[in-house]
Nanobody, 126 residues
Framework: QVQLAESGGGLVQAGVSLRLSCAFS????????MGWFRQAPGKEREFVAG????????DYIDSEKGRFTISRDNGKNTAYLQMNNLKPEDTAVYYC???????????????????WGQGTQVTVSS
């Protein structure tokens, strides 16, 4: 059974950087697509970034291109989300997700992912 554990969240001031980590266990990490989603209070969960297995194709929510970077370390079974120049509107619970499907995988679609972590809170103060 795949298990995902996010870490790295916290309370920070606007303008700083954070790196979130997602530790993967229970299967072959290198054969899973990984995604980061976030959910702000009163809002729906939304896609932030995704990275495929194999080609390591990446995709990002349009509004965060250039500020956020997703990466993966297959040797450490961990995915990362580097977030720079954080803004108060980035405040949310950040979730990582995983799925092993390959052809035509839609990194942006919430329903594409089978496995989810419990989330890590990121709070950005102005």
């Amino acid at each position: 059974q795949v298990q995902l554990a996010e870490s790295g969240g916290g309370l920070v001031q606007a303008g700083v950087s954070l790196r979130l980590s997602c530790a993967f266990s229970g299967s072959t990490f290198s054969r899973h697509n990984m995604g980061w989603f976030r959910q702000a209070p009163g809002k729906e969960r939304e896609f932030v970034a995704g990275i495929s297995w194999g080609t390591r194709r990446t995709d990002y929510i349009d509004s965060e291109k250039g500020r956020f970077t997703i990466s993966r370390d297959n040797g450490k079974n961990t995915a990362y989300l580097q977030m720079n120049n954080l803004k108060p509107e980035d405040t949310a619970v950040y979730y990582c997700a995983a799925d092993s499907k390959s052809w035509g995988f839609d990194l942006r679609r919430l329903g594409s992912y089978e496995y989810w972590g419990q989330g890590t809170q990121v709070t950005v103060s102005s």
